[in-house]
């Protein structure tokens, strides 16, 4: 079955940009799926960041929009998240997710274990 | 603020019913899209619980039940135990997002 894993830094300083891949194992990232990325702060609940297509197509939460690039590497089998302009509000744990949009609305299927993330100095 | 609206607890002994409640608008669960349910065990990602407002992903027991009605969808949980405790979100689709909308979501105490 469809396996999702994300690496990238643990520590974000102010101001920077945050980077996250999630590498798609046991299944194309070709397939009629969107993928997406998902976060919670410590403490609180989900937030959906934005999702993309293996066409290249994307959609952002609008809150996030402006900072947010979400990319795909089909030759990798991975896509990536980048968030620039980080404060200690965008601390949290970043799931990557691969979404079903179907008859049955929108919904994700298979969650990756999730890393998580802390800007600080 | 999230786009779904639940409570942030909800208790039940051993083997009672319990339901959690989640209340949209009319721009998601209101405006038709259906309703899914995710249960998050501490410290694990979420796993989805329920899809299209009351189906049943294999491997999840029949205890797990969902409904919609109007702008709100409940999640009801029969024979509660203890591995039932967790932390459950409500999800819709969102057409002001263009993206998915997350309850806040409730934490289940098993008594």
């Known amino acids: 079955q469809v396996q999702l894993q994300e690496s990238g830094p643990g520590l974000v300083k102010p101001s920077g940009t945050l980077s996250l891949t999630c590498a798609v194992s046991?299944?194309?990232?070709?397939?009629?799926?969107?993928w997406s990325w998902v976060r919670q702060p410590p403490g609180k609940g989900l937030e959906w960041i934005g999702e993309?297509?293996?066409?290249?197509?994307?959609n952002y939460n609008p809150s996030l929009k402006s900072r947010v690039t979400i990319s795909v590497d089909k030759s990798k089998n991975q896509f990536s998240l980048k968030l620039s302009s980080v404060t200690a509000a965008d601390t949290a744990v970043y799931y990557c997710?691969?979404?079903?949009?179907?008859?049955?609305?929108?919904?994700?299927?298979?969650w990756g274990k999730g890393t998580t993330v802390t800007v600080s100095s | 603020q999230s786009v779904l609206t639940q409570p942030p607890s909800v208790s039940g002994a051993p083997g009672q019913r319990v339901t959690i409640s989640c209340t949209g608008s009319?721009?998601?669960?209101?405006?038709?899209?259906?309703v899914h349910w995710y249960q998050q065990l501490p410290g694990t990602a979420p796993k989805l619980l329920i899809y299209?407002?009351?189906n049943r992903p294999s491997g999840v027991p029949d205890r797990f039940s969902g409904s919609k009605s109007g702008t709100s969808a409940s999640l009801a949980i029969t024979g509660l135990q203890a591995e039932d405790e967790a932390d459950y979100y409500c999800?819709?689709?969102?057409?002001?997002?263009?993206?998915?909308?997350f309850g806040g979501g409730t934490k289940l105490t098993v008594l």
């Open positions: 997710a691969r979404v079903v949009i179907g008859g049955s609305g929108w919904y994700v299927d298979v």
């Open positions: 046991g299944g194309s990232i070709s397939s009629s799926n969107w």
């Open positions: 993309i297509y293996h066409s290249g197509s994307t």
């Open positions: 009319s721009s998601n669960i209101g405006a038709g899209y259906d």
């Open positions: 299209g407002n009351s």
């Open positions: 999800q819709s689709y969102d057409s002001s997002l263009s993206g998915a909308g």
